[in-house]
């Protein structure tokens, strides 16, 4: 990019620069013997072009819109279309969610977002004994289609697209989805949204785990096939590095994991026979969005230069939109405190500008008080605002990838992508992720990193404001309690839907749901109308349980 | 005068319920593990009975839950009284996760021994159990 008398000319300069430095360092040292990021990545004082000396514009940087997608996969990035404010959002029953939904819309968010609660999300109902203490805690009591047909109570899901964080039922509750949009006359073909559907990472970090992994893989290539053909709209899965990154990992560990399990569902669904470019161009990815600023964009813009390098050289995708990275972005959980919870408003926005600063497609910030509970209203609120006055105020949206060109992110960005395909070139010889994820290998760089790190704030090298610096008392706040009646209703409506339904109906069609299992067909015919007949999670979950046996947590730390 | 060998403290770190944040859990057992205490973790999705039969057949000195779920307020309790029942509430009990402040006292009521909430550093949880978990036998 620059030529070479250019070049030497800045070297000359950076020599003297460095001469006056060491002469005043000998007197002030610089305040820490290493500056790094927050994953341990090294950091200059200066960057200069000689740092970015082998990048060539056109080929690695590029324009927005036009493959390798460094500046972002939109020809026209935010000034065409903002992001999308997702919230993700989930609690009690599903008439407060229903509420809690409502009061976003009417707030300006512009996309829905499901938190299930746990019950949901292990494939149990809520009278399980498995869900005693955990009914409407962590998200939203869902356990018929008649729970899902009241959390969309007035919300027309031909106008709203919706994601849901949802793994190994995700297939059952695209199929209530499906038939809830049906009952308000809305066709399959015109629903948007995303499942996440991402089970490799569930075995990674999320631990939201129920079968072993071949069968989780199957099913996940059914709702790809399905909805490649049904549902065209939608995004079949969510291939996610937050969790990853939550569970402790670094920024370079979630950038690269993320890619490999991308890569294996690539792999698995042409297994199956489909055409790459018939279903990659609805494939999603999530990731975090940390409190360090600069790596967490660099490592955005590289997840979209690598990503479109793996689909257009490794899988030969034809289909430019094959090629994008599409994603969703939250900002960290993990970087918020429960000290000083006031201080997690700055932490979130941020970590939210770094995320547009990446080009992200959607984005979830935190509230203050998710170091506690469930947010309040008024907390759901402070982050919501957050996004919609970096997208009206700051201006870093009226240009497209500003920082584009800047030495600095620039070499950090081709640092990140560097380490990043070393990881991955270390699963591919391990036989892809499956079988990393078999021999425990990303779960123990998590464990790793996650160990390394706390021992970096325990002894005060890495800060934490308000836990081991500036620690001062901070008065209580009043955080979101569920309420017993709300379990007391769940319980009983689920009593009342099993009364009233075709039960001898909904035996029959579990029974085809156990054939459909164990001979390969796709599932997704018989998930929606078991469904429709208000067949619950556990019932259909337990099938599988039975035809395809548990996955247990090896329990490595 | 006789030297008595005293054998390591044991403790059992263990996940309950359906609560798979386990990043946590995992820290303090290796934590424990490098201060010199026997650590055995259940691993994830156990049942209050799970982690009784556990603890027992291991013969382990405390058992600390690791909770995130809000499940807390369920199983604690669940878990003393299953020991009483099994006749092993010399086991200590006590854990971490996110509990809110406000919770505690009804823990400590019913026999947890400490909680130690978020930005916790591993050393005070290792100096508790130094100062308050001795072997049993």
């Known amino acids: ?557 | 005068m006789e030297e008595r060998m005293e054998r390591k403290v044991r403790i059992l770190i263990a996940k309950p319920g359906l609560d798979g944040h386990d990043r946590g859990a995992k820290v303090i057992a290796r934590g424990f593990r490098d201060a010199g205490f026997e650590v055995i973790y259940t691993g994830l999705h156990q049942t209050p009975e799970q982690i009784v039969s556990a603890a027992i057949q291991e013969d382990v000195d405390a058992i600390g839950l690791s909770i995130l779920s809000g499940a807390h307020d369920y199983i604690f309790p669940e878990v003393i009284e299953l020991l009483k029942k099994k006749g092993a509430e010399d086991i200590a009990v006590f854990g971490g996760g996110i509990i809110p402040e406000e919770d505690i006292p009804a823990l400590t009521q019913c026999g947890v021994k400490a909680i130690f909430t978020p930005g916790t550093p591993i050393e005070e949880a290792v100096k508790w159990v130094r100062e308050n978990i001795k072997p049993r036998k």
Request: hydrophobic fraction near 35%; proline fraction near 5%.
């Open chain 1, 1 to 557: 990019m620059f030529k070479e008398d250019q070049l030497k000319k800045i070297g000359e300069g950076k020599r003297k620069w460095t001469e006056d430095l060491s002469k005043i360092l000998s007197e002030t040292p610089e305040r820490l013997p290493r500056f790094t990021t927050i994953s341990d990545l090294e950091i200059k004082g200066l960057y200069t072009p000689e740092d970015i000396e082998g990048l060539d514009y056109s080929k690695d940087i590029g324009f927005p819109g036009i493959y390798p997608f460094t500046r972002g996969i939109q020809p026209s990035m935010y000034r065409g279309r903002l992001w999308t404010m997702r919230m993700f959002s989930g609690l009690g029953g599903p008439e407060e969610t229903n509420k809690r939904f409502h009061y976003l819309l009417a707030h300006g968010e512009t996309g829905l977002s499901i938190a299930f609660h746990y019950p949901t999300l292990m494939g149990y109902d809520s009278d399980s004994p498995m869900s005693r203490g955990e009914v409407g805690k962590c998200g939203v009591a869902i356990d018929t289609l008649k729970d899902m047909e009241i959390l969309f109570e007035g919300i027309p899901l031909d106008k709203v697209t919706t994601s849901m964080t949802i793994n190994p039922p995700a297939s059952i509750l695209l199929a209530m989805y499906i038939v809830v949009a049906e009952k308000q006359g809305v066709s399959k073909k015109d629903i948007g949204g995303t499942i996440q559907n991402d089970m490799l990472k569930e075995f990674i970090a999320q631990k939201t785990f129920m079968l072993p992994p071949k069968p989780s893989l199957k099913i996940i290539v059914d709702t790809i096939e399905y909805c490649t053909k049904e549902v065209p709209r939608w995004n079949t899965i969510s291939i996610s590095g937050y969790h990853i990154r939550e569970a402790g990992a670094t920024a370079v560990q979630e950038l690269a994991f993320t890619l490999a399990d991308g890569i294996a569902y690539v792999e698995a669904a042409m297994e199956r026979g489909l055409n790459v470019d018939d279903f990659a161009p609805r494939l999603s990815f999530f990731f975090d969005s940390h409190i360090d600023f600069f790596e967490e964009i660099a490592k955005f813009r590289a997840a979209r230069r690598m990503w479109a390098k793996i689909m257009r050289e490794r899988f030969l995708a034809k289909n430019p939109r094959s090629w994008m990275l599409r994603f969703h972005t939250q900002t960290a959980g993990c970087s918020l405190t429960a000290q000083q919870p006031y201080n997690n408003v700055v932490r979130t926005a941020y970590e939210a500008l770094a995320a547009v600063l990446g080009g992200t497609q959607s984005l979830h910030t935190n509230s203050l008080d998710e170091t506690y509970a469930i947010p309040t209203e008024e907390a759901v609120t402070i982050a919501l605002r957050t996004q919609q006055i970096l997208a009206e105020e700051t201006g870093v949206v009226n240009t497209i990838d500003p920082l584009a060109g800047s030495y600095f992110v620039e070499a950090l960005t081709n640092r990140i992508e560097e380490q990043a395909w070393e990881y991955i070139k270390k699963i591919d010889e391990m036989g892809g992720m499956v079988a990393a994820i078999e021999r425990g290998y990303p779960q123990a760089e998590i464990a790793e990193s996650a160990y390394k790190y706390q021992k970096q704030i325990d002894s005060g090298e890495k800060v934490l404001v308000g836990v081991n610096k500036y620690v001062t008392d901070h008065p209580p706040i009043t955080i979101w309690r569920m309420k017993p009646e709300i379990e007391e209703r769940q319980l009983k409506r689920l009593r009342q839907v099993k009364e009233t339904r075709n039960s001898q109906k909904v035996k029959e069609l579990l029974q085809k749901i156990r054939e459909a299992s164990q001979n390969g067909e796709n599932l997704m015919p018989h998930l929606i109308n078991a469904v429709r007949e208000y067949a619950t999670i556990q019932e259909i979950c337990d099938v599988w349980r039975e035809v395809f046996g548990r996955y247990s947590d090896p329990g490595y730390f």
